[in-house]
C-alpha cells in the first residue's frame, strides 16, 4: 500500500480501494482522525467508479435453486448442479 501522505487522486485504484476501505474501518472503531481521510478518499472512489462498485454488494450468498429446478435436476439426472 502507498504512504498515508499521498492524495487519493494519485494512488492506482487498487491501492485507494484497499486504503478507503481501511480508513472506513477506523472510523467506525472510533479513531476521530480517521473520518475526514475515509471521506475524502471514499469521494474519489465514486468519482472514479461511480455508485457501480462492491462495496455496496450484497454479503448474502446466491440464491438456492427453487424446489422445481432440484426436483427436475433429480429426475433428468443432472446431479452435480444441486447443492
Do not use: C, I, K, Y
Not at 68 to 73: C, D, I
Amino acid at each position: 500500500m502507498a504512504p498515508m501522505m499521498t492524495e487519493p487522486a494519485q494512488l492506482s485504484d487498487e491501492d485507494l480501494l484497499e486504503r478507503a476501505h481501511q480508513l472506513r474501518l477506523l472510523a467506525l472503531r472510533g479513531h476521530v482522525d480517521a473520518r475526514g481521510p475515509a471521506h475524502s478518499h471514499e469521494r474519489e472512489v465514486r468519482r472514479r467508479f461511480g455508485s457501480a462498485t462492491t462495496l455496496r454488494a450484497a454479503l448474502e450468498p446466491a440464491p438456492r435453486p427453487r424446489r422445481f429446478q432440484r426436483l427436475w435436476s433429480l429426475f433428468s439426472g443432472r446431479r452435480d448442479s444441486v447443492n
